[in-house]
């Protein structure tokens, strides 16, 4: 197994929806906490909140430094340190 993602309490076994990679390795998965973050090791490195449970999440933007992450109603954007991995073949947003 290479991580757990923590559970909304009294709920086990939600799982995650969709998932990104930044340039270090780093997954961004979606769950009903928010984004899960994990290192290449698989460990926790934290969770990033919305005021809605993300469905998909995505790198783009200048530099590729902006997280987009779309909800039921909403789509949201975040300004990080980090830089998303572009996939060969995958359409960049700016």
């Given at each position: 197994?290479?991580?757990t993602?923590?559970?909304?309490p009294?709920?086990?076994n939600?799982?995650?929806?969709?998932?990104t990679i930044?340039?270090?390795g780093?997954?961004?998965?979606?769950s009903?906490?928010g984004?899960?973050?994990?290192?290449?090791?698989?460990?926790?490195?934290?969770i990033?909140e919305?005021?809605?449970?993300?469905s998909n999440?995505?790198?783009g933007?200048?530099?590729n430094k902006?997280?987009?992450?779309?909800?039921?109603?909403?789509?949201?954007r975040v300004?990080?340190?980090?830089?998303g991995?572009?996939?060969?073949?995958?359409?960049?947003?700016?």
């Open positions: 197994m290479f991580c993602l923590k559970q909304p009294d709920t086990d939600s799982g995650g929806d969709r998932l930044d340039t270090k780093n997954l961004y998965i979606t009903r906490l984004i899960q973050v994990f290192s290449p090791q698989g460990r926790s490195l934290g990033i919305f005021p809605e449970q993300p999440v995505t790198f933007g200048k530099n902006t997280l987009y992450v779309t909800a039921r109603t909403s789509l949201y300004e990080m340190e980090a830089v991995h572009i996939f060969q073949g995958q359409l960049k947003l700016n």
